[in-house]
């Protein structure tokens, strides 16, 4: 038998502060992203090849019905849908597939000391890496259909940030929700519905009533999906107060998800 | 084996106590069936309360070997649940300086999709090792398992002992300062249990502390020389492997206390 030294072998990992612990478990958490994206391809002759086939499909199919179909007058409407559809996608993947992640993950999380984030944020990486294959399409095909690059472009890692911290948030408090209450599973569906037509992705905003204007703008995600919207499909740079808006809702989500999971992760073992 | 060290306290159990909140939840369908039907097969059962274990209290000093007894449904898994971390206590503290390895349910977090290797992999982070620390082991571990054959096919292909080998296996990978075992002393044909034994005794020997719940009295005498007795949840006996003695008496004896 070789003799491995255990790492850390001064403390006990349930005695560490909460972010030690996490940065103890990123080994757990990235064999979790890496087996989920695996298992979905195993035996599939086209495997990973299908993470880029089915935005390819998606964009092909909205580009006939919409525009050639009925004939949406928008310019290069295929690229202003997708420009919102992706990041909505993102977190609405990531947000359901976390309701169900403590309730998959239950097994680990009985049988050995975990800090239990690592479920809903293995969940929200996964579909982060969705993202990424189908945000490659769009910049690829992109061109076919009237996209253009331009300066503004630059801001799309901050715009992605902005998305992935305000998802994080969302998706602990999903997770949590999904452990406890069984009936959020189904709920979850038919909010996502609600909040993708409630988001500017498939009608531009100026489309959009005065009055109406005012309650999209207290949905967080419109300014999140704008901060895309418009260096991709507008080639302008989100204002100021937009990214200061972004800004504080993310952090506000990330902080409000964290709180609440760090005071309710203690009953999981007991609600299930 | 004494040492300068030999009094400190590697594990410190303060008056630990947990309890399980007993209720059934009605759902929507139950309250109409019991309205319509007025059957009482879905009545509500409030909250009733369960003190699986309480007031139990002990210290585990380096190079102590505890055994815990005890009837099934004792407490004696739940207390060791409380102990690595699992379960947080309601009541009381654990307080610990050492790393714990537990080796409780095997098996229990593996994925049926993913191979042997990949199952590996996974079941060796939640002891906080990356890949490239893991890598060197697996040549080892598969072939102690005696599934080297099926490393990187799905887990779901392996028989039931294939499964139980190699996650024995795996839980007794890496040595453990303080080793916390519940009864896995695995099952198998003779050849594995010689070799599973042969294991996890160099695995205790290498350890500074272990805590064992086992209902064998045999193994309790032979690995521990402390013992707790666990009775409904109350810590009723501790003190050296004498306690066995006693639990033994009082069970042929028929007594009960």
């Known amino acids: ?272 | 084996m004494a040492t300068a060290n030999d009094d400190l306290i590697m594990l410190d159990a303060t008056d630990l106590g947990i309890c399980f909140k007993l209720w059934t939840r009605t759902t929507l369908k139950g309250q109409f069936v019991r309205k319509l039907t007025r059957s009482k097969t879905y009545e509500t059962i409030d909250h009733g309360e369960f003190w699986a274990l309480r007031h139990v209290s002990f210290q585990l000093r380096r190079g102590d070997r505890l055994g815990i007894i005890g009837d099934n449904g004792a407490g004696k898994s739940t207390l060791l649940k409380i102990l690595v971390g699992i379960y947080p206590p309601t009541e009381g503290t654990v307080s610990c300086h050492a790393t714990i390895y537990p080796l409780l349910q095997l098996g229990l977090g593996f994925n049926p999709e993913v191979t042997g290797e990949e199952n590996a992999y996974l079941a060796m982070a939640f002891f906080g090792m990356g890949k490239e620390q893991v890598r060197p082991l697996l040549d080892e571990l598969f072939a102690f398992s005696e599934v080297e054959d099926f490393r990187h096919r799905p887990l779901k292909t392996y028989s039931a002992g294939m499964v139980g080998r190699l996650a024995f296996t795996l839980a007794t990978a890496v040595p453990a300062d303080l080793l916390v075992l519940d009864e896995v002393f695995s099952s198998g044909d003779i050849h594995w249990t010689e070799k599973a034994v042969k294991r996890i005794e160099a695995r205790i020997e290498q350890s500074r502390a272990l805590i064992m719940v086992s209902h064998s009295m045999e193994q309790i005498r032979k690995y521990c020389n402390k013992c707790l007795l666990l009775e409904k949840g109350r810590a009723v006996d501790l003190g050296g492997t004498e306690v066995v003695d006693r639990y033994q008496n009082n069970n042929g004896l028929g007594i009960s206390k």
């Open chain 1, 1 to 272: 038998m070789p003799r491995v030294s255990s790492p850390d072998a001064r403390m006990n990992v349930n005695e560490m502060p909460y972010m030690l612990q996490l940065l103890w478990a990123r080994h757990v958490l990235y064999c979790l992203v890496e087996t989920q994206i695996k298992t979905r391809y195993q035996r599939s002759v086209l495997g990973f090849f299908w993470s880029l086939l089915n935005p390819i499909f998606t964009m092909l199919i909205y580009y006939f019905l919409l525009s050639i179909v009925f004939r949406v007058q928008m310019e290069s409407y295929t690229i202003f849908m997708f420009s919102g559809v992706l990041p909505f996608t993102f977190f609405s993947t990531a947000v359901s597939t976390s309701t169900t992640s403590l309730v998959t993950g239950e097994g680990y999380y009985k049988s050995y000391y975990i800090p239990k984030m690592v479920f809903p944020l293995a969940s929200v990486a996964v579909s982060l890496f969705d993202f990424a294959a189908a945000f490659a399409v769009l910049i690829g095909l992109g061109v076919f259909f009237g996209f253009r690059p331009s300066a503004a472009l630059v801001i799309l890692p901050l715009s992605l940030l902005f998305m992935v911290i305000f998802t994080m948030g969302c998706s602990l408090l999903a997770s949590l929700m999904g452990a406890y209450f069984v009936d959020f599973r189904h709920m979850i569906a038919v909010a996502m519905q609600f909040l993708f037509f409630a988001t500017p992705i498939v009608y531009p905003l100026d489309m959009v009533p005065g009055s109406l204007k005012m309650i999209l703008g207290l949905n967080p995600l419109y300014y999140l999906v704008s901060n895309f919207n418009l260096p991709i499909y507008y080639h302008s740079f989100p204002s100021a107060s937009l990214l200061t808006v972004s800004l504080l809702v993310s952090c506000g989500a990330v902080v409000l998800g964290a709180a609440l999971f760090r005071k309710y992760e203690g009953g999981l073992v007991f609600c299930r």
